[in-house]
């Protein structure tokens, strides 16, 4: 094994410091972008000293104070130019953060409030999406540009591009480094959940076989909320975010079955969840709870994710439960994709026949028009109705709506199966 | 109560990087058990280790910390992987663990886990605020 | 990946030596840098290796061997389980914990359950 590998080691101290060395020169140079430029110097610096002089004893320390001196001539020269232009008030600002004293102390006070300054700084939304994806797996994750690239699949000029014009987006845009706070706070917080959440999702869709480092996005994604959760553990929506991610994430193993094919929740094998994680998000989710946040978008999504995962079989599920929880996530949060499982939850609390009533008034909604769910999921409704021949017509159309080939065989075996008479099991 | 199953196979601590179980009527019948664990709502969490020829040790002494790669061998014998399990009593661990199908080569470790009011009364002063702090972040119940 | 943190109890025969409140404080705060991370997903002490039960198998029945058990022995005290990247980052985070002097710690990849299809 190769502990004691310098590049490996190296990487695992970047990994470890780097979110920090960046948020806390971020706050000295008042610029992302360029306190990422610094960070990289240190790093650059290590990579050159380090195979000769060993690690240091304390590597997060050794690139601070690496970075802090090259900040520090970029100050002064910065100082020289603003005198020039007789920016007084920044010139004293300067002045302030070059004290070394404070530099020192501001490292072990501020550096939780600094990695917040960072997140929110990464997520703000005068970025793109898909910018502040890349830059904050780029400030916050440590990620490479080029692991980047693969994660996402695109190419890594593009990728480079994405995060350069980012960061200048930020200059020019003048994006204080700071924590949101009053008003704007609630929006600029659900633009961080958002981001960590489609990271999430990135690496959850994807596929067994692809690039590791696609699913490992999961991880990263988790590891990000976790650490949101310690710098705001007073906000029941990073809490209820966690939990939905450390559930979902705990059904991750029984997904998929054999030779690739998707396998639907109500037909996992339960012992490949991982119970950890159900423990950890339960944790979570209570936290929320206890914050007042229950009916929060991400706890609401987080406490279905928990009926599932408190049932040890899918008999045991608690669908009445669900579906209350879906009435509170359509109002809350509404859209065609919540109605139509609250379709299915109410079909299995309350009968099919209340199930086909909320499916039914679906059929007119024009997002879902090519979605092969909802007439899979009506078909379901009518078969255990016993509306057979109907059922067969929405499995044919559900089965041409999707281009996945084991969907299709699997709805066109129930298409066969109405055909042939048989009503469902249960 | 907690308890941690250890499984303990003999000639383990010998193993090669990359061992994996390949006896598929084996590999079947663990999963047996823990799927039985699951149903009774006793399994907290389980997890098969990598050998130690795959793993590193780390000693402490003149507080400078001494890494050393696997394997290691001196070991008599190592852990090959464990359960969590939550049940009413210190038999009822037993009872479990004798349940589970182990070969002739395999001994298994009942361990309980502490609970922070186990815990000496100094400990439970600074420990005590550990759990908060993994409540306050969302981490525990 | 998963890493298990696995802290050995001590070998001597003395037991080991109490821990003091500075020791404690300065591991609390170790672990608390440890979850703020985001690297922790568990963390747990034994019993101790005294009241330990071992239970040996035979034509697919077990029963329990009464110790005590071989000196050489290497008992667990208590273990996390972490997230990280990579092996290189366990040991990296773990050269940093204030442990006692004699302190020994073992660390293990956790097998990942494969996915079925892959």
């Known amino acids: 094994m190769a502990s004691t590998d310098i590049q490996r080691t190296i990487d695992a101290v970047w990994r470890i410091e780097s979110a920090r060395l960046i948020a806390a020169l971020a706050r000295i140079v008042r610029d992302v972008g360029l306190a990422e430029d610094l960070a990289q110097d240190a790093l650059v610096a290590a990579l050159e000293r380090w195979p000769e002089t060993g690690v240091p004893d304390n590597p997060g320390a050794w690139l601070m104070t690496t970075a802090r001196h090259r900040a520090i001539d970029h ?38 409030d600094d990695l917040l300054r960072l997140m929110f700084t990464a997520c703000h939304p005068v970025l793109a999406t898909e910018a502040r994806v890349a830059l904050t797996l780029r400030l916050l994750g440590g990620l490479t540009t080029d692991e980047i690239a693969r994660a996402f699949l695109v190419p890594e000029a593009t990728l480079a591009q994405r995060i350069v014009r980012a960061k200048r987006t930020l200059a020019e845009a003048r994006v204080p480094f700071e924590v949101p706070r009053g008003g704007e706070r609630a929006q600029r917080l659900a633009s961080v959940l958002e981001v960590v959440y489609l990271i999430f999702n990135e690496g959850y869709l ?67 969840w991982d119970r950890l994680l159900i423990r950890r998000g339960l944790a979570a989710l209570a936290r929320a709870e206890a914050l007042g946040g229950a009916l929060g978008p991400y706890a609401l999504q987080a406490a279905i994710a928990a009926c599932h995962a408190r049932a040890l079989t899918a008999a045991e599920t608690d669908w009445a439960r669900i579906a209350a929880l879906y009435d509170a996530l359509a109002q809350l949060a509404p859209s065609p994709v919540v109605e139509l499982n609250r379709a299915v939850a109410v079909g299995m609390a309350f009968g099919p026949a209340a199930g086909l009533e909320v499916a039914d008034a679906l059929t007119a909604e024009p997002a879902l028009r090519s979605y092969h769910l909802l007439p899979s999921v009506r078909g379901d409704l009518l078969a255990k109705l016993g509306r057979l021949a109907e059922a067969r017509t929405e499995f044919e159309r559900a089965a041409g709506l999707t281009r996945n080939a084991q969907e299709q065989a699997l709805l066109l075996d129930r298409a066969a199966a109405c055909a042939r008479g048989e009503r469902p099991r249960r | 109560m907690r308890f941690m199953l250890l499984m303990i196979p003999k000639g383990y601590e010998t193993a ?70 939550q049940v009413g009593s210190r038999a009822e661990a037993i009872e479990w663990a004798s349940r589970c199908p182990a070969t002739d080569d395999e001994v298994i470790e009942v361990r309980q886990v502490q609970e922070v009011a186990d815990f000496p009364e100094d400990v439970q002063q600074i420990a005590g605020d550990l759990p908060d702090l993994q409540r306050r972040v969302g981490q525990r119940d | 990946m998963r890493v298990m943190v696995i802290k050995k109890e001590c070998r001597d025969s003395e037991p080991a030596a109490k821990p003091t409140k500075e020791m404690l404080a300065a591991f609390g705060k170790f672990h608390e840098e440890l979850v703020k991370a985001g690297v922790v997903l568990a963390s747990e002490r034994l019993h101790p290796g005294s009241e330990a039960i071992q239970m040996r198998f035979s034509g697919g029945k077990g029963t329990v061997i009464d110790g005590p058990f071989a000196e050489t022995k290497e008992l667990v005290a208590g273990f996390w389980l972490w997230q990280v990247g990579s092996m290189e980052e366990a040991v990296e985070w773990l050269k940093r914990a204030p442990f006692e002097e004699g302190a020994e710690l073992e660390l293990r990849q956790v097998y990942e359950m494969p996915a079925l299809g892959g």
């Open chain 1, 75 to 112: 100050l002064r020269r910065r100082r020289r130019f603003a005198e020039r232009q007789a920016e007084i008030g920044r010139d004293l600002e300067v002045r302030r953060d070059l004290a070394t004293d404070e530099v020192e102390a501001a490292l072990d006070d501020d550096i939780g």
């Open chain 1, 206 to 272: 994807a596929t067994a076989g692809s690039d590791w480092l696609r699913p490992a996005l999961c991880e990263e994604a988790l590891r990000l909320g976790r650490v949101l959760a310690g710098l705001a553990p007073d906000e029941p929506e990073v809490h209820g975010l966690v939990a939905l991610m450390e559930l979902q994430a705990s059904r991750a193993r029984a997904r998929v079955g054999p030779g690739g094919v998707p396998v639907l929740l109500l037909e996992q094998d339960r012992s490949r």
């Open chain 2, 16 to 85: 090669a990087p990359g061992t994996v179980p390949d006896d598929a009527v084996r590999v079947e019948e663990m999963m047996k058990f823990n799927e039985s664990l699951q149903k009774a709502g006793v399994l907290l969490a389980l997890d098969g280790l990598h050998p130690p020829s795959m793993g590193a040790r780390v000693s402490f002494a003149g507080g400078k910390a001494r890494v050393t790669d696997g394997p290691f061998p001196e070991a008599k014998e190592v852990v090959g992987g464990y359960w969590m399990i």
